[in-house]
Structure formats: structure tokens, C-alpha cells
């Protein structure tokens, strides 16, 4: 018989590698609503298999496979056969990884970018799923430092390129920053459509639109994103999820942890959890 996974989700951190988040996970039922993280997504998959839109496309990321999201881009994400997924993922932050691919060619990069396309290279995911489990279980700090920085270099030589220009030109469209900084600006504070629109001198269904084209999400959906991101600091410092949900601009509790449980799989309280060993850590 077939083992079907169930879905259950661990979170963890380690002062190995600061401001990173560690998932640990197996999915079946659960389905990610469209979002995205201000970190670099660098999954492996273990077993299974899982599904997801990104790009405009929909792509099937097998046992086996490095499916990256770059830090930003919008995707979901799904079981892609009836037994479901299983996966370890590390949220890199940007600063990291930039920094590592100046470290590697020896002088300032751009920005990494990374190709849109499933990864399918044995060794890398090797690597990668060497790295975490040694983060995760280890109790020798040196090794585990030294296996994620092996995948992580060899994930940049390979297959890092440079952010196409015709993205930058779509994230730098004046009118779409105008309403981001709108939405942006109190969170707590409620808006209208007509004042996004009134602000660049457009209708609110002809603002509605160029911000949703640009962004892949309408300004009400991308908003809520921003909050949950912001969030995510005060969760880390310990803070109570319900001064944690108004902080961020959401109407109680429930809300947040609704929308919350649909981004990242598990609810905040926890999200919050730091079960990974400390012997890990050093």
C-alpha cells in the first residue's frame, strides 16, 4: 500500500545561518493560496510530489527536484498525486545569498536570480537535503555550517543568473509604486479603491487592473500579504499572536490566522514554535 502523507508542518531556526526559517514538511490536503516570501525559497523534494503556478506557468516539482522561488514572485502550491508531498525547505534571506555570490567570483554581484524552470539535478538535491537535516539534527555545529554552505554554492555556480530586465522594468512602473507606498503607509488604516486611483490619476478599474497585472494579486490580496510578512519579526520575537494580529492591521485573530495558515501551512502559534535542537545551533 501506498503511504499517503498527512499534512504536518515543522517550523524551525537555527543562529546558524540568522533571519532564515526552516520547514520541515509533508502536505496532502493543504493548499497554498497564492503569495510570496521577501526570502529566497529553496525547497527539496523527498517524496511525492507537488504542483504550483509561478510565472504564469504550472509546473510539477518531483521527488528529487529543487523548485526555487525567487525572493518576491508570486506562486502557490498543491499536491500533484493523490499521495501527496513531503519536502524540507530553507527561506534564505536576500542579503545571504547576495552576499555569498560575492564571496564565490571574488568581487560585488547582482542580484542572484534563478531560473523559473524545476531544477532537476540529483546532486544538488542532495546536497541541500544533506544541509538541512544536518542544521536540523546535528550536534556538530562545523559540519552542518559547512554542508550548507557547499549546497548553497554549488546551487549559485550552477544555476544562479542575473533578474531579466523586462521584470525590473515591470516592478519600477511609477504608478504601481505610488499605490504600493499607499498601501504600505498604515497598515491599520482602511483605503479605498478610489483613493489608489485618485493618487495616479487613474479609474479605479483601470488602477484595479495595472496594479494586478503587475503584481499578480489585486491591491486588497497584496496588502494582506504585506502585512503577513511584516508580521512575521514580532512572531519571532515571542510577541502574542493576538497583539501580533492588530499590529499588523487585521481585524482579529482569526483573520490573521486564517490567512496565515494559507501562506505558510501551519497556524502562527505555530509558526512561532522553535523545536529545532539546540545542540544544532552550537
Do not use: C
Not at 10 to 36: I, K, M, N, Q, S
Not at 57 to 64: C, F, I, L, S
Not at 225 to 240: E, Y
Amino acid at each position: 500500500m501506498t503511504h499517503r502523507f498527512r499534512d504536518s508542518a515543522r517550523y524551525w531556526r537555527t543562529p546558524l545561518l540568522p533571519g532564515a526559517d526552516f520547514v520541515t514538511a509533508e502536505y496532502h490536503d493543504h493548499t497554498f493560496a497564492p503569495h510570496w516570501h521577501d526570502a529566497y525559497t529553496i525547497p527539496v523534494i523527498e517524496a511525492g510530489a507537488e504542483t504550483f503556478r509561478y510565472r504564469g506557468a504550472t509546473h510539477v516539482a518531483e521527488a528529487g527536484t529543487v523548485p526555487i522561488v525567487n525572493p518576491g514572485e508570486l506562486h502557490t502550491g498543491s499536491r500533484a498525486v493523490d499521495t501527496g508531498w513531503a519536502y524540507r525547505v530553507l527561506y534564505a534571506p536576500v542579503d545571504y545569498i547576495h552576499g555569498l555570490a560575492g564571496q564565490i567570483a571574488g568581487r560585488p554581484q547582482p542580484l542572484p536570480w534563478f531560473p523559473t524552470d524545476v531544477i532537476h539535478d540529483d546532486d544538488l538535491s542532495r546536497r541541500i537535503s544533506h544541509a538541512l537535516q544536518r542544521l536540523e539534527t546535528s550536534d556538530d555545529p562545523l559540519a552542518a555550517e559547512t554542508a550548507l554552505l557547499d549546497a548553497l554554492s554549488t546551487l549559485l555556480v550552477r544555476y544562479a543568473g542575473t533578474r531579466p530586465d523586462a521584470l525590473r522594468r515591470a516592478a519600477n512602473d511609477p504608478r504601481v509604486a505610488a499605490m504600493k507606498e499607499q498601501l504600505i503607509g498604515d497598515l491599520t488604516s482602511p483605503l479605498l479603491l478610489a483613493d489608489l486611483a485618485q493618487a495616479i490619476g487613474l479609474s479605479p478599474f483601470h488602477a484595479t487592473r495595472l496594479f494586478t497585472q503587475a503584481t499578480g494579486l489585486p491591491p486588497h490580496a497584496w496588502r494582506n500579504q504585506v502585512r503577513l510578512q511584516r508580521s512575521l519579526a514580532a512572531l519571532r520575537a515571542g510577541a502574542p499572536v493576538t497583539e501580533v494580529a492588530a499590529a499588523a492591521g487585521f481585524t482579529d485573530q482569526s483573520h490573521y490566522t486564517r490567512h496565515f495558515r494559507r501562506m505558510f501551512g501551519v497556524p502562527p502559534g505555530q509558526w512561532q514554535a522553535k523545536p529545532a535542537r539546540q545542540s544544532a545551533a552550537g
